[in-house]
Each structure stands twice: as C-alpha cells, then as structure tokens.
C-alpha cells in the first residue's frame, strides 16, 4: 500500500509546486495589454488602406497608443480626430478636410491625339513615350495609374481623362503620388473653383495644344476682388487661403480654364 501511496503523494506535492510557481510567475512577469488600443482599433475606419504609413488598422491602433500622431487617418477625418483625442485624453488635433483633385481638364476631344497608344495601361510607360498620346505633355495621360491606386473608388477616367468625385476621396494622396504628370492637387474641401489646368507653356502654345488650357491673360487676376490669383510659370493659379468663392473669376476666363466644384464642409 505505501509503495503506491509514496509516488501519488509525490507527484499531487510536485503539482502543487509547480502550479504555484506557475502562478506566481503568471503574476510577476505578465505582460499588460493597453486596453485602450481596443477602443482605438473600435474607433478606427478597418478600412487598412495604409493611407496613415502604418500597415493597417491595427497597426495604427498600436502605434497611436505608443505615441503616434492621432490625425493621420484620412478616411475618418476630423471626427475621428475628435474620438481618438477622447480616448487618449489629448487635445483634438483636426485640421481642414482635404480632398485631391485633377488639374486638368484636357479630355480627347480637347487636346490633339499625338499618336494612338497600344501599350501596357499605366500612365508612367504611356508618358515614357514623347510625353503621351495628348499633345499637352503637362495634361492628363488618361490611362488610370490614379484610378487604380485611389482604395475608396474615388476616381474614374472619361475620354482620357481623370475625374475625382470629391464626396469618396479622403485626401490619402495615394493617386498624387501615382501621377506621372504631377497634376493631382491636395486641396481644402471648402474650396468652390480651381484653375484646372497645368500647361507651364506660354499662352499660344497651350491654347493650341488644348482648348481649355490657362493661355495666362491675367483675367481672372485683375478680376479677383480678394487678390487671390497670380500666374506662375504662365498659368493662373488660386491661393485657397484668400478664395472666398464669389466666382468672379471664371466668369472672365475667355477659355474655359476655371473649374467651379462642389464645397463640402
Ligand atoms: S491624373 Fe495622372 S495618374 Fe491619373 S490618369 Fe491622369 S496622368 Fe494618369
Ligand atoms: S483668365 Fe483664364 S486663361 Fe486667363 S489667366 Fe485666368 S485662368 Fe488663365
């Protein structure tokens, strides 16, 4: 009888043992979980476009509670901003909502076709060739590269030419970065007109290239009541920051150059 009751009684005496080892270095060496990046990852979009330089959600969730910016998620914008402030217990670091937007309006029908393109449909390997099929080489070379890298369906190319619809872009600058031409501009989404055009060549030469292209007349300048336009490399160009919207100026623009847009607040 003992010879089997001595090993019994080791083995429960050795499991006690371990098991109270076992928790007290449950105890001494666990490992905190920030359960504010749960609340974090909650609040965030799950939309993992990368747009915020983290490779994801969670990573972002992670980082931002080791100290990261809490604004550099464009898909939530501001109220997001304001939640994540909350949950941190930061200030709210919310700036103005931006939105990207093509300056360009040089689709097929208003710029000459240099040649036709049967290459691969990427606007770096069109632009390769002579600057693209349009006669514009600062225009649109219309074959999607934007469309493509926009995660939110933003952009669609017409007749050679991309078009952002300002109420699914995010202002992630995914498209800007994929532009060859370099014709994708961030701006504020309270801004109502742009001069939508990026032709740096004198006036003659662009209005024979495109039939709406900034011929830098000086119209729009002399017209501006809140001196928010100047020429820069020959073409108009609005200063967001004193615009106030009036209209004035594309109602003088003899060629068309002058977008009106949609403001969202
Ligand atoms: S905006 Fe730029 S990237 Fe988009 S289609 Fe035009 S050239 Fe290509
Ligand atoms: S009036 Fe039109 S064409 Fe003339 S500079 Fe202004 S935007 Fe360009």
């Given at each position: ?73 464009p898909v ?21 909502k931006m939105v990207a937007r093509v ?41 999607g590269?934007c469309k493509?890298a926009c995660a939110f369906g933003a952009i669609t190319v017409e007749?050679?030419l991309a078009r952002i619809d300002e109420t699914k872009c995010t202002g992630c600058?995914k498209c ?8 994708i501009?961030?701006v504020?989404a ?69 977008a009106?847009y949609t403001v969202l607040?």
């Amino acid at each position: 009888m003992e010879t089997v009751l001595f090993p019994v009684a080791l083995v429960s005496g050795l499991g006690l043992i371990f098991g109270l080892i076992l928790s007290y270095a449950s105890v001494k060496f666990e490992v905190k979980v920030d359960d504010r990046i749960a609340k974090v990852r909650e609040a965030l979009p799950g939309a993992n476009c990368g747009a915020c330089g983290f490779s994801g959600c969670d990573n972002y969730a992670e980082a931002i509670v080791n100290g990261a910016e809490i604004n550099r998620c464009p898909v939530g914008g501001p109220e997001l901003v304001a939640k994540l402030s909350d949950i941190m217990g930061v200030e709210n670091q919310a700036g103005e909502k931006m939105v990207a937007r093509v300056m360009c309006q040089g689709s097929w029908d208003k710029v000459n076709i240099k040649f036709d393109y049967d290459g691969i449909m990427d606007c770096r390997s069109a632009a390769s060739m002579s600057g693209g099929p349009s006669s514009c080489v600062y225009g649109c070379v219309g074959m999607g590269s934007c469309k493509k890298a926009c995660a939110f369906g933003a952009i669609t190319v017409e007749n050679g030419l991309a078009r952002i619809d300002e109420t699914k872009c995010t202002g992630c600058g995914k498209c800007i970065a994929e532009c060859p031409k370099l014709i994708i501009k961030l701006v504020p989404a309270r801004s109502g007109y742009s001069v939508a055009c990026s032709n740096e060549e004198k006036g003659a030469v662009a209005r024979k290239n495109c039939k709406v292209a900034c011929i830098a007349c000086g119209k729009c300048v002399k017209t501006c009541p809140k001196e928010a336009i100047t020429i820069v490399n020959f073409k108009a160009v609005i200063d967001t920051a004193k615009c106030e919207n009036c209209g004035e100026c594309i109602k003088v623009c003899p060629t068309g150059a002058i977008a009106k847009y949609t403001v969202l607040m």
